[in-house]
């Protein structure tokens, strides 16, 4: 298999307030890897400047379109392609605030995601308690449900981390409700021609799996559903992490392609060969 051609679509940078590593730290150490191609996705603000420790600020956006422009041709200039995306949590209340963010720059390709239910950051090691008012079934089926609202607004290219629920151990329980949800949500992905990121950071964090579980990966590639690899990096030696086994994964269940993106245009490269 020709792992070298895949790109990792997902890393971060110290802006979010929770990364490390500057943009050249994650380019040399993709190069380093052997990898051909990056892509860097750092957190976007939100719309009233909703959660703005874990993100860069708005009036930031320019200087990191500028950086990543710098990192484009360091990487140019060292045979790596670096891609300049963006990671956005989606509010189905303010999809017109995502749409301004991505209307502003020519991006390669945007990242939808979900860490907040309401104004539950669920995914945040502080915010655990919450789960008291929760029961495991609805959560998730709130979860789905806003995954699934992230692909119909047709603004993303890839739904990350698409199980991400479990992060800290919560896993998916086997309830017919849940299920049915997760089936909606991947309806919505494939009718909406996204694609599902396939993110080596659930290993890193308690949940010690991959996002998503192998029981959706299987479903996702029997409709059809393209897939994109992530490591989600927020620290530059997490570049390509555990890519081999999230290719190994998707290999099981019949996928031979992964998705790679220029100027928001989608072409599916074949990992096998
Ligand atoms: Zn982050
Ligand atoms: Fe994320
Ligand atoms: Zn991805
Ligand atoms: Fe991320």
Not at 10 to 30: E, I, K, L, Q
Not at 50 to 76: C, I, K, N, S, T
Not at 157 to 178: E, S, T
Request: charged share 25%; with cysteine; hydrophobic share 40%.
């Amino acid at each position: 298999m020709n792992f070298s051609a895949v790109p990792d679509y997902h890393m971060h940078t110290p802006r979010c307030n929770h990364a490390t590593g500057t943009m050249r730290d994650y380019v040399d150490v993709a190069i380093k890897r052997g990898l051909r191609e990056i892509g860097i996705s750092d957190h976007s603000p939100m719309p009233d400047n909703f959660d703005a420790e874990w993100r860069m600020q708005p009036d930031e956006l320019e200087d990191y379109w500028q950086e990543l422009d710098v990192a484009w041709h360091y990487g140019r200039e060292r045979g790596l392609n670096v891609r300049r995306a963006l990671e956005i949590d989606f509010r189905s209340d303010q999809p017109d605030y995502t749409q301004s963010l991505i209307s502003r720059y020519p991006w390669d390709y945007i990242i939808g995601s979900i860490h907040y239910l309401g104004d539950w950051g669920f995914d945040n090691p502080d915010a655990q308690q919450e789960w008291e008012h929760w029961s495991l079934q609805d959560a998730w089926v709130a979860y789905f449900d806003a995954v699934a609202a992230s692909a119909e607004s047709g603004l993303f290219d890839i739904i990350a981390h698409p199980d991400l629920m479990k992060k800290y151990g919560y896993r998916q329980p086997d309830d017919a409700r849940v299920k049915a949800a997760e089936i909606r949500m991947l309806t919505a992905v494939r009718d909406a021609d996204c694609c599902l990121e396939i993110s080596s950071a659930g290993l890193r964090k308690p949940a010690a799996e991959i996002y998503p579980r192998a029981a959706m990966i299987e479903c996702a590639a029997s409709m059809g559903i393209s897939f994109a690899y992530g490591s989600d990096a927020h620290a530059p030696e997490d570049v390509a992490y555990a890519m081999q086994d999230c290719l190994t994964c998707l290999h099981r269940y019949g996928v031979h392609h992964v998705a790679c993106f220029e100027q928001r245009q989608r072409t599916m490269m074949d990992f096998t060969r």
